[in-house]
Nanobody, 124 residues
Framework: QVQLVESGGGLVQAGDSLRLSCKTS????????MAWFRQAPGNPRQFVAQ????????FYGDSAKGRFTISKDTAENTMSLQMNNLKPEDTAVYYC?????????????????WGQGTQVTVSA
């Protein structure tokens, strides 16, 4: 099993920045990628960003391009999401997830393990 714990969420003003972290434990060497998703009440879970663990290659959802940056620390088995210029529409619970299948799919069913989420609230 892989365990994931997110941290760094909070209440900020529009235009502010936050840095989310995901601490991992377990079978980290088996990961193909890790990713961030977010979900607001009544909305489907939305892809935010993905990083391929072995190469560091990154992929972003449209909502994140130009504002968010995903990164990893292989030695610490952690990944981060730097979020700049936050907007009220970024308000959601943010989840980190791991994927073991060697595919680039960004749908939630492609990911095997999920954290409990961290709340990000952006006020106008």
């Amino acid at each position: 099993q892989v365990q994931l714990v997110e941290s760094g969420g909070g209440l900020v003003q529009a235009g502010d920045s936050l840095r989310l972290s995901c601490k991992t434990s377990g079978r980290s060497r088996s990961w193909y990628s890790m990713a961030w998703f977010r979900q607001a009440p009544g909305n489907p879970r939305q892809f935010v960003a993905q990083i391929i663990w072995s190469t560091g290659s990154t992929f972003y959802g449209d909502s994140a391009k130009g504002r968010f940056t995903i990164s990893k620390d292989t030695a610490e088995n952690t990944m981060s999401l730097q979020m700049n210029n936050l907007k009220p529409e970024d308000t959601a619970v943010y989840y980190c997830a791991t994927k073991t299948q060697s595919v680039l799919a960004i749908t939630p069913p492609a990911f095997d393990y999920w954290g409990q989420g961290t709340q990000v609230t952006v006020s106008a």
